[in-house]
């Protein structure tokens, strides 16, 4: 018996978050994923991140002709009360592959790293930057600083 698969277009309604979540940084990771988000409502991250993974399990079943759930568990946030913590949460975000960070290209590491602020772009870069009074050459010694420049107040 031969067996076609027939691709289908994945229709999914998108809902937006730009106007009541901020994404500060975000790394892929082969079995999970980092973001830093601030959000400007109560239950603005919840559905964020309910609307994200049911999207991303409808598009992935849907290519791998399987269904169930892609997540073992529902996601763990973190709340940040200081600078910091903000900070060190971003330079832990950016550290986190263990391949080289610099040829990573699932991590915002590199858009924060180019000279020129991206137009359009879905990441909000200003609160960061305004640590470094925004001076991108400062903000990207401190990116390539590493992981040694981490607060031990901080662990994730």
Not at 16 to 37: D, G, Q, S
Not at 74 to 89: A, M, Q
Not at 112 to 136: C, P, V
Request: hydrophobic share 35%; charged share 25%.
């Amino acid at each position: 018996m031969i067996r076609t698969l027939v691709k289908v277009p994945i229709k999914i309604k998108q809902k937006v978050y730009h106007e009541r979540i901020l994404l500060h940084a975000y790394c892929l990771l082969p079995n999970h994923f980092h973001l830093l988000i601030e959000q400007k409502d109560e239950k603005a991250m919840t559905e964020f991140m309910q609307s994200l993974q049911l999207s991303f399990t409808a598009i992935v079943n849907k290519r791998n002709c399987r269904v169930g759930h892609l997540f073992q568990s529902i996601y763990r946030g973190r709340r940040i009360k200081s600078d910091v913590g903000f900070i060190s949460c971003m330079s832990y975000i950016h550290n986190n592959p263990d391949e080289d960070i610099m040829k990573y290209h699932y991590s915002s590491l590199r858009k924060y790293l180019k000279k020129e602020r991206i137009s359009g772009d879905f990441l909000s870069q200003d609160r960061y930057l305004s640590f470094f009074n925004n001076d991108r050459k400062s903000m990207r010694d401190y990116l390539l600083s590493g992981l040694s420049s981490l607060d031990s107040r901080y662990s994730i």
